[in-house]
């Protein structure tokens, strides 16, 4: 095997999405128009600041965007990927896909 075929360039892959935990939000919200918190937090089985962490991080660099929702008793926070983040999660799968070969 040729030696420059080994050569993986790693700084390629976006270090925001190359979490555990914020891979799967970025594959979630990828497939739905918007989604609860509560939602998201059972189909990652998270706990409340964990995810609200990797959100923050997330809505931070532009990826996601946040809508609260409120009624006379409670708020609800719904969250949805940005253009930014389809596109740099677009790009993080083609890395990937590169860089495993």
Do not use: C, P, W
Request: glycine share 4%; hydrophobic share 40%; no cysteine.
């Amino acid at each position: 095997m040729a030696k420059d075929s080994l050569s993986l360039d790693y700084k390629k892959l976006d270090n925001l999405i190359h979490s555990r935990i914020r891979l799967a939000l970025m594959a979630i919200l990828t497939r739905v128009d918007d989604i609860s918190f509560n939602e998201l937090k059972k189909a990652l089985n998270a706990t409340d600041g964990n995810l609200s962490t990797h959100l923050k991080k997330l809505e931070a660099s532009g990826y996601i965007s946040v809508t609260k929702i409120t009624d006379d008793t409670k708020t609800e926070s719904r969250y949805k990927v940005t253009q930014k983040g389809l596109s740099a999660f677009a790009e993080y799968i083609v890395n990937l896909e590169e860089f495993v070969g």
